[in-house]
């Protein structure tokens, strides 16, 4: 009862004025910094640091969290409408929804993206409510080992993404999981794989450079190669009754939002890890328990629903190590840590009984957020799908400038610009021969916590590979990942027996 | 289609050649008491690549993968003409904008792209060269405070500065 | 449609007009003032102790208006902070770049000798503070002394005890090797990607100790979970809540056992004395603003203020003594 009472009173603080327009503010710069791509959450929470000053500290952190929240519902925005990530978090979200909005259902992947987000914001909201203290104890027990099997985990989720081309799925797994290894080994503290000599390779490749170069400069290379030049009209079409009718369409999918928050929740939590393998890992839970898997990838609706769950749940999941322990769970938070230092604020342990009004308010206002995340969402859908319809040869040109522009942002590079480019044309004349490019994206943004993580282990243990079976977290998870791995090729197996069978069976 | 599979099968194992090449410049062995070098990771996971690049070719031979067996063209002249057409504007606007900086490189690629590529009216060109480049100085120099590259131009934004901050 | 593009047209036409007069008549002001914003790079990435600190005093320039142009801070965290000094050098004479550093300022080019950086060159502008550094346990451990501490390493073995820092040939290591070398001890040293997870780790106890700086073990000194066992600072430098805790000196291990990370900023090299004198000033408001004072105190690091070439003989001196350092540590040859 002690926590209602402590709720209460942060309701109470967020609709004081000054908080509660914030909070609006905060959703709708976040929704429009989500949508661009290459801006993401981290960009939008670290611009606008500053300017926090001026406000108190719980007003403050209570819009850097709207602006957060709201890019984590934009990002699904970009990612279903012109098929780039807005950001790593967004990166499962285009595998359905680019689908979908090529077939004219765009509108229905906004509203499914967004509804999803909702579900997964609030079921974590009442979590993060509920459990806080306790599984502040749970991010603690994770090590190094722990993160590896983690991440071995991630990628036994997705082990049935690819195509049907088993060499050049996996050959797309390890181009990504090398080229992740680009820049310096925090381990020896050398640099490596620093072609030509070149600086801007020092700070490795970002997940950001590859993505807007295969899914934005591929993909629109694609794109033209399909319309030849012809003007290509998007047919979605968009009014108040098909969003509501959308909007009811949503009930089969409820099982998967709910397991989408719950993972992604949880998987938030943990430091290091983040929202990213959090949405991934929903992407791919969902498709191996799907009845019909072969659909996903070409426009499931559950497809949207499960990574756009999970990647809202992880966000407020990864708040929590960082206001109990201080650690951060993703970089956003890292900056949002940095925020409560400069406000005055010791994040730690005692944050909850030194500064209630402070982690209450907080707590409260997500939950105000998210119920604004989705009206303000939802009421920009039209303009939206507006945008898509414009002729091809407008829209294209645009994008390729919000690409190019968008690639050099994060770093302020134009090595990266460069990089985007190379990537672009290779990956599109790759992928006319089947070659599978998520695989790669995917295996872009796990390997560098994959790798620290495994040789962590290996330093500590001196060596033993049996530390990651013999510890009893990893050793769990481990054994989850072998069953993952194994399910797919059981079913696969039992598929073509019971093929065989009907063969023989005349 | 065939023979661009062998190419880029070919290209895909020589460029893991030189990944593992370049990845010897740390230790990719097992240093004791430690586990894996720096280099291994890289190294092994390019040998993987290799590897697959082998068994693509493989699959070639026998003609078992679609691309393989496919007799249609890998690129049609029309698709080839719009791709270097694209990739070669994008490539021009990229390299200009070391030059002329984003805000000379992006109005010439949207007047190319829109007018020449996409045969649209003057008007439409003028507004999208004129507008794009505006609301991008408004969006990340101001409000994002992300300068974008000028190259020489850059002397000209000063006085923008001046009025916005 | 037609309409609209010819209004937009003109809009952005007397727009353009209007700027370029109100211009003309800001120019007028004595001494240097930035025409453009200022790039602050962070020599280390996004969330880590070094671009928190940049971030900081970015606020307090822009909270205090120190200057007509905003400073936008950019990580170029790469190769340990060396694609930001190669990145310096590329800049030289450019005034609208500055750079915040720590000690890998010194170490990477050590280490890295084919970056072609001389940190000598650059332009000093000014050092802020030096962060400290302690020696840490879980207080589950029941450790509460130096000795109590080399004989549990001892009693475990090289094997058994883990000490957790930052990457190898950076600060934690070097700060490792001291006491390696003073106490005669083995450790496994495991490298993480910052000192905010080093802490946290020691925490969840999958390492046995650390030598954080205070800012990262705060919170959880006070909530009871680790404990500071010794502090590598000179005698009475520290003060305020980390003055209690004993130095080496105090307790009794000779006064070599010093450890410092500078908090500094600097400019290219061959910039005008006019744009370094505009710099300088704009630190020195920022040196002593209440934020910042308060700041110092309450994360444990010294105040440190030096400029001009007293600056840069600090920066080589202290290049010299992580050249040994590193030399001892079998980092470089």
Redesign the interface.
Known sequence: MEVLALLINGFAITFEPLNLALVIAGVVVGLF?GAMPG?GSV?GVA?LLPMTFLVPPTSAVIFLAAIYYGAMYGGAISSIMLGIPGASTAVATTFDGRPLALKGLADKALVAAAAASFVGGTISVVLFTLFALPLADVALAFGPPETFALMVLAFATFVGLGGD?I??T??SI??G??LS?VGL?I??G?P??I?GDLTGFYHGINFLVLAIGIYG?GE??WT??VS??EVLMSKATVSFRGILNNLKGLKSSIKTMIMGSFLGYFVGILPAAGATPGSLMAYGVAKTMSKNPETYGKGNIDGVVAPEAANNAASTGSMLPMLTLGIPGSPTTAILLGGMVIWGLEPGPLVFTDHPDFVWGLIASLYVANVFALLINIGFIPAFIWVLKM?F??L???I??LC??GG??PT?D?HD??LM?IFG?VG???R????PMAPAVLAIVLGPLA?PA??Q???GS??DVMTFFERPISGTIMAIAFLLFVLPLLKAAKGRLSRRRAEGSP | ?RV??FV?ALV?ALFSLY?MW??T??PIG??????????A??FW??L??LL??L??LV?WVTRT???SRSTEP??TP??LK??LL??GS??V??GL??IIG?YGA?PL??IF??RF????SW??T???A???P?A?FLF??IA??????KGFT??L???????F? | ??K???R??SL?VA?GVG??F???Q?DAAAGWEP???V?FVIMAGKGGGADRLARFIQGIIEKNNLS???F?PINKGGGSGAEALRYLKDHAGDPHVIMATLNSYYTTPLRNPGLGVDIAEFTPITRLAEDTFQLWVHTDTGITTVDEFVAAVKAAGPENWKMGGTGKGQEDSLVTAMLEKKFDIKVTYVPYKGGGTVAKELIGKHINSTVNNPSEQAGFWEAGKSRPLASFTPKGKLTGRFGDIPTFEELGYGTDMVYYMQRSVIAPAGIDKDVQAFYVGVFEKVYKSDEWQEYLDKKGLIPGWLTGTALTEYFVAEREAHRQMLKAAGEID
């Open positions: 910094i801006l960009n611009i081309d060499p050049k996996l050959f390890l181009i999981l090398v290894t080994d381990i020896s050398q490596r794989l072609f400069i629109m290379l033209i190669e030849q030049g002729p040869t407008i294209a040109p645009i390729f400038v190019v522009v050099y942002v302020q134009m610009v460069w480019l044309v599109y004349l790759m006319k021969l089947d070659y790798e495994m040789r282990s290996l330093i001196h060596g | 289609m661009a599979e880029m895909m990944l370049k990845s410049e740390l097992w240093i004791p008491d430690e586990g894996p070098g720096g280099g990771f890289p996971l390019s993987g690549m697959c690049c068994w693509m699959r993968s679609p691309p890998y690129m029309q698709t719009w791709f694209v990739a994008l490539t606007m990229i904008i070391h984003v992006v690629f949207l792209y829109v590529l996409g045969r649209h008007v439409i003028g507004a999208l004129v507008f794009t505006i991008a990340f120099e994002l405070k992300k300068t974008l590259p850059e002397p934004f000063y006085p923008l500065y001046d009025f901050f | 449609m037609k609209l593009a010819t937009i047209l952005a727009l700027l370029g109100s211009a003309v800001k025409k453009k914003p790039e007509s142009k905003p936008v």
